[in-house]
């Protein structure tokens, strides 16, 4: 029996972690995994991958984990690899992290019988006996059963300069994609999430003269992270969400709302003040967060521990309630879901007030002309710019991005093996992460996670749900594997 692994990022790691923890030692001996990888991201991914120290992971240390048997794991590993100071409510580089993951998947590889290939999948064929036949340039391998673990979808090119000398379509890995001239430059900064904040922080250290400029359609950035406390769920528990839909307890968003405004009222949030004055992601808002970071820091521990119940909530929701939520409340909760440092925020308000950095809103588009980039703006303003940094995030919609995603997505969606999730990614059978191809047949061989199915998960792609994601996915797997040999 062979088990194809594609991908070598968390997800796939989460999924050799889960292999150690459910087979059985006699099943670990007899069954061959196959890893396909690229050599550069091998043990880490994208985000974890080498680069440079200013990028830092976005969640508090102690939050962090690979294995969530062991919440204390990450933290310890740093306490025996890094320093011994205590590193509560620090945000520490990604790359540490990325050593950690390595550290741990070579211990969990230790244990399976594994072969590596350093070959990137290009295609996967269904084979009539149920096998799948895995291509790379290189080889071919069948297989009885595919974890997807191929991790972040392809860079959104919102104004199409995919290809313009000047413009960084990917930024990461930092040190190899920013090369910039030294002095006076002018670099545009397309977004204000996450990565353009991690470019500002690189940037501004290695050209500490580059003009940084940010654009975006309505000029916020997120919230900043409370002071984060451990909470306890009384009505968003895992066990209830999946209880009360047993009994046939039809999800909808009023219904939500009412657990979500009494999980508050058990700890003594005003949800109405909260998302009246918080998370407004202004300037303005930043100070506000700040000063209040006590009651946002419980507010979003809340929002962080009411994730494992997402994908249950969310594929439950109808269409038009999906749509609804994301209308009235998408925007504001992104900016609480993802919030920036606090270490980041003081530095970004003070960057904007010694006018060393600035924001523009309203970005309607932007051309080359000669050696310049021209942003103009909804009110019709114009500004130049050397260097245009693409940080617009993945584009989630597969419907319409085909010709940029990645050879392997587009075989297998243009040939309906997976189809593609109205709110993005494929669409999978949850919790047991089989892929649902174009005849909707569920394909309990060939399990998918991470961004590739957030369209299920409402967008969600962290550590923590990856982890779960793949014990569901191994466990079915398993299931799946005994039914056929009886
Ligand atoms: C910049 C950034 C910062 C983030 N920070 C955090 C954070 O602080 N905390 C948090 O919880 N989450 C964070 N995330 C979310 C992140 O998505 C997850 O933490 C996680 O790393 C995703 O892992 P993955 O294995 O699904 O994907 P990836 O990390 O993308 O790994 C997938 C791997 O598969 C390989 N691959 C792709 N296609 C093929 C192919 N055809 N053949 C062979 N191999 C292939 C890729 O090269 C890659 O190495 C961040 C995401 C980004 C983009």
New binding site residues.
């Given amino acids: 029996m062979k088990i194809g692994l ?9 999924i050799l972690r889960e292999l150690t923890k459910q087979l059985n030692e006699e099943t670990k001996r007899r069954v061959e995994i196959v890893i ?3 050599s ?3 043990g ?6 080498p680069d440079d120290e200013s ?5 508090y240390t102690e ?2 984990t690979i294995d969530p048997d062991e919440p204390d794991d990450f933290v310890d590993w740093i306490s025996r690899n890094k320093t011994d100071r205590s590193m509560y409510h620090t ?1 520490l580089p ?1 790359t540490w ?1 990325g050593e950690y993951l390595s550290q741990s998947m070579n211990s969990w590889l230790r244990e399976l019988n594994v072969l590596i290939k350093y ?4 295609d996967i064929k269904c084979l009539p006996n149920g096998t799948y036949s895995i291509h ?1 340039n290189r080889s071919e391998v069948i297989v009885n059963s595919i974890h997807l ?4 979808l392809a860079y959104k090119d919102p104004y199409q300069l995919l290809g313009e000398t000047g413009y960084i379509y990917n930024p ?1 890995p930092a040190k190899e994609k920013i090369h910039l001239q030294e002095g006076k430059v002018s670099v545009a900064l397309v977004g204000t999430g ?2 353009a904040l ?1 470019m500002l922080l690189y940037i501004k250290k290695e050209y500490p003269f580059a003009d940084v400029t940010f654009y975006s359609k309505d000029g916020l950035f997120s919230s900043v992270r409370g002071n984060e406390t451990p909470v306890k769920m009384h009505y968003f528990c895992q066990d209830k969400v999946t209880h009360l839909m047993k009994e046939g307890e039809g999800i909808t968003l009023s219904l939500v709302k009412d657990w979500f405004y009494k999980e508050m009222n058990e700890h003594g949030i005003n949800v109405e003040w909260v998302w009246a004055n918080l998370g407004k992601g202004s300037l303005e808002g930043m100070a506000m967060d700040l000063s209040y970071s006590d009651v946002l820091g419980e507010f979003q521990s809340l929002i962080r521990h009411m994730r494992k119940c997402y994908p249950l909530i969310w594929n439950a929701l109808p269409d038009n309630e999906k749509d609804l939520f994301i209308e009235k409340y998408g925007k504001q909760w992104q900016r609480f879901k993802a919030p920036i440092p606090q270490k980041t925020a003081h530095y970004l308000i003070k960057k904007i007030h010694q006018g060393d950095v600035s924001t523009v809103k309203g970005l309607k588009d932007i051309n080359k002309t000669g050696s310049q980039f021209i942003l103009e703006t909804d009110a019709g303003k114009r500004y130049t710019a050397d260097y245009v940094i693409n940080c617009t ?2 584009e989630m919609d597969l419907t319409r991005s085909l010709p940029l995603q ?4 587009s075989q297998l969606v243009t040939r309906e093996i997976v189809t593609p999730h109205p709110y993005g990614g494929i669409t999978i059978d949850y919790p047991s992460m089989s892929i649902v191809d174009g005849q909707k047949q569920i394909r309990h061989a060939f399990k998918a ?4 199915v957030s369209g299920v998960q409402y967008g969600n ?6 982890s779960l994601s793949a014990k569901y996915g191994v466990r079915s797997m398993i299931t799946d594997l005994i039914k056929t040999t009886d």
């Fill in positions: 594609i991908g070598m990022g968390v997800a796939g790691i989460s396909f990888t690229d550069e991201q091998f880490t991914g994208f985000p974890y991958q990028l830092l992971i976005n969640q939050t962090m945000h990604r992290f070959e990137r999948v290009e790379t673990t191929t991790g972040h990461y996450l990565t991690d995030g993945q990645d050879t392997l997505l996670y991470g961004q590739l792609n962290n550590v923590e749900l990856i």
